[in-house]
């Protein structure tokens, strides 16, 4: 049996692929998930200017996830368009993720991708560690609005979203159908939760120090409020735009619920930092076993199967 997908009209070999995380920052991090199972190459987030990143420590492993300030240390989208001719060898999708912190450096970093060999576009709208005073944009429907009006018509390559978890419908409904306006063709689904805080209690202070002390919650505390929005984007956009679920995906049967919820496609981002690359040929073998014997013959065959008790 394949795992053969479809994100935005192009193939991916398999289901699962990188989140956009800080193990795929760097030429030799992203050569390796070349090699690996990887269904596509994501590269971490990158913005205008490379970036340290907030002062240490800025990320705590919990036991069921990752709490992080990270910052968004990267290299610079100059030199990850450099890589790019140097990936092609793997042939996968290569995924460049943009963040910005206007709508011009938004609308820089799209161009410039759109003139590259990169395969897919994904914006980062919802990193919710830059700071304490705006909210991610993605949270805010006007300048979501201002950020698609100025970058959905620079170029042919697909653009998608990487969206924050929204806890409640209304802004999604919004949301889908600003996506449907302006010609988005997937979404990544969802980025951590931000503005959560982990204290430890014995030394009576805050996890990291970024931020102070906030910062993106991930992994499978996150997975219910993930499942729940890849699946209401699932049912308002039906059909028209790929979805790339993501949040607390740890084993085969994590793949399997996102699938059922409606997910064209897989990202993996706290047990690929953990368990590195090895952990995609893992996760499809485990998927493989479980359609296999639930009697579905394709990836498609399941896709959005949930039923309602
Ligand atoms: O680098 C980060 O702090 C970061 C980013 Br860009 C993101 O999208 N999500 C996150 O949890 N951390």
Redesign the pocket.
Known sequence: MNLITKIAGREFESYTLNA?VPRASTLDELKQIGQSDSAAIMMK?CTIKKRK?NPLPRIFKLPLGYF??????NLGYKTYLEFIPKLKKYNKPIIVSV?GFSVDEYKILVKAFQESEVDLIEI?L????IDNKTEPIAYNLKKTEEVLKEISYLGKKPIGL?LPPYPYYSIQQKIANLIKKYSVSFLSCV??LGNSLIIDEIKERSVIKATRGFG?L?GQYIKPIALGNVRRFYELLKGKVSIMGMGGVKTGQDVFEFLLAGADAVQIGTAFVEEGVSCFQRINKELKSILRKKGYSSISKARGKLKIS
């Open positions: 956009s987030s990143g992080n300030s990270e910052g968004l240390p963040a980062n919802s990193c919710p560690n990487k980025n951590t993106g991930s």
